[in-house]
């Protein structure tokens, strides 16, 4: 059994359903000089390890599928193809779709920083769409959300239960770290990603409290 993803050119669906639409339409077609490409890179890199840690469960690419590349991937290398898939695929203007998540990763209107989903793992970049979508289907074992600029600055959420999320922010040192909660996802993640665009009108409006260690 293996661990499937796709990549798609960028804005070219919105949607999951969107994203299945596409890639029926895209069976039989000649693969794209883009897909090639990176199909060779991602083959060029397992190939070049042994096969006890290679980390696809067959070859990527092939002629047939167009605009699209599907990777399976071993299990226990998840983490490991999804990063080196953004690392080719997000500079040439691809978004990668996973399946088994329902999720679309669309690198359109991204910001460039560190996200740990605690359900998921770690991603390069967030968009709006994406913060809304994650933060309010934030649940157990590990419903938080973590986006980070540098060391020590971050935003970062909890849902504590159905209809409580616990927001926190920290500028540097631990005197600069603040919490509040609230109890709408929607507005926990317009303000995740309000701080991550640098827009401090609405965090600003709200009752911080200090965060004490």
């Known amino acids: 059994m293996s661990y499937d993803h796709v990549l798609l050119p960028a804005g070219i669906a919105t949607s999951p359903d969107a994203v299945e639409t596409y890639l029926a339409a895209q ?18 890199r397992n190939d070049a390890l042994p096969e006890e840690e290679a980390f696809l469960s067959v070859a990527t690419g092939g002629d ?99 209809g409580l999320y616990t927001l926190e922010y920290r500028d540097g040192g631990p005197d600069r770290h603040f919490a509040v909660q609230l109890e709408d996802g929607d507005q926990v993640a317009a303000l995740v990603w309000d701080w991550t665009a640098g827009d401090r009108g609405r965090l600003d409006a709200l009752d911080w409290e200090a965060v004490t260690f």
């Open 64 to 162: 047939g599928t167009g605009g699209a590349l599907y990777v399976a991937a071993r299990y226990d290398a998840i983490g490991h193809v999804r990063n080196l898939l953004f690392e080719l695929a997000t500079p040439r203007d691809y978004a990668l779709y996973d399946p088994q998540l329902n999720w679309l990763i669309d690198p359109t209107g991204r910001i460039d920083v560190t996200v740990t989903h605690g359900g998921a793992g770690e991603f390069p970049y967030l968009t709006e769409q994406l913060a809304h979508r994650w933060i309010t289907e934030l649940g157990e074992p590990n419903p938080y959300l973590i986006v980070e600029r540098a060391d020590h600055v971050y935003i970062q959420t909890y849902r504590d239960e159905p």
């Open 27 to 44: 069976q039989g077609r000649p693969q794209t000089d883009t897909v090639a490409a990176i199909a060779a890179e991602v083959n060029r």
